[in-house]
């Protein structure tokens, strides 16, 4: 069974920084893209950021400069710094990646629970 569990997010005010975490867990082969997507009340939910296994990075226009995006492969672990947020930044953030299992042996996609980042003016 593989998981994906975030943490990090909280209350912060305008201008200040987060940083959220994302573990995977289980009977993992290879975890390839890992992503992360916010959705906000009412909207849909959104791509935020990706990075590749080998390291490559995509960011949404809307957070480029602010957010950066990494991982840890060694600990089967993924990150989203978040810096200048502003309240429009306001989300649940989610965790998503593809992860060869050695159950299943294909890619699937997970998702984590989420994590709330709220962001005061």
């Known amino acids: 069974q593989v998981q994906l569990v975030e943490s990090g997010g909280g209350l912060v005010q305008a201008g200040g920084s987060l940083r959220l975490s994302c573990a995977a867990s289980?009977?993992?082969?290879?975890?390839?893209?890992m992503r992360w997507y916010r959705q906000a009340p009412g909207k849909q939910r959104e791509l935020v950021a990706s990075?590749?296994?080998?390291?490559?990075?995509t960011y949404a226009d809307s957070v480029k400069g602010r957010f950066t995006i990494s991982r840890d492969n060694a600990k089967k672990s993924g990150y989203l710094q978040m810096n200048s947020l502003k309240p429009e930044d306001t989300a649940a953030y989610y965790c998503?990646?593809?992860?060869?299992?050695?159950?299943?042996?294909?890619?699937?996609?997970?998702w984590g629970q989420g994590t709330q980042v709220t962001v005061s003016s």
């Open positions: 998503n990646a593809d992860i060869i299992g050695t159950g299943t042996w294909r890619s699937i996609q997970y």
């Open positions: 990075i590749t296994s080998g390291g490559s990075t």
């Open positions: 289980g009977s993992i082969f290879i975890i390839d893209t």
